[in-house]
Nanobody, 118 residues
């Protein structure tokens, strides 16, 4: 059974930085998209940043210029560099990976907590 695993969350002061990692297991084939979403208490899950294809990224307006996606050559691991963090970035951050092999499916991780507070 394939899975994706997030890491790198934690507590940081406003203005600080964190780097989140997301790794997809080798049993997941032909990943064509990976992305980050977040969910704050009492709010719906929202898009943060995504590789819509491996050559095209999309960022939420609230994080543009502060967050940056990167990936490895194998296209099974990605990172989210988060700079100039704000209290409103506090949420559980989830990673997903989309594949069409053998059928269309989206794998979700368990989430990693990011807390921005002084």
């Amino acid at each position: 059974q394939g899975q994706v695993v997030e890491s790198g969350g934690g507590l940081v002061q406003p203005g600080g930085s964190l780097r989140l990692s997301c790794a997809a297991s080798k049993s997941i084939f032909d990943i064509y998209s990976m992305g980050w979403y977040r969910q704050a208490p009492g709010k719906e899950r929202e898009l943060v940043a995504v590789f819509t294809t491996w050559d095209l990224t999309n960022y939420a307006a609230s994080v543009k210029g502060r967050f940056t996606l990167s990936k490895n050559l194998a296209r099974d691991t990605m990172w989210l560099q988060m700079n100039n963090l704000k209290p409103e970035d506090t949420a559980v951050y989830y990673c997903n990976a989309r594949t069409k092999t053998p059928v269309p499916y989206t794998y979700w991780g368990q989430g990693t907590q990011v807390t921005v507070s002084s």
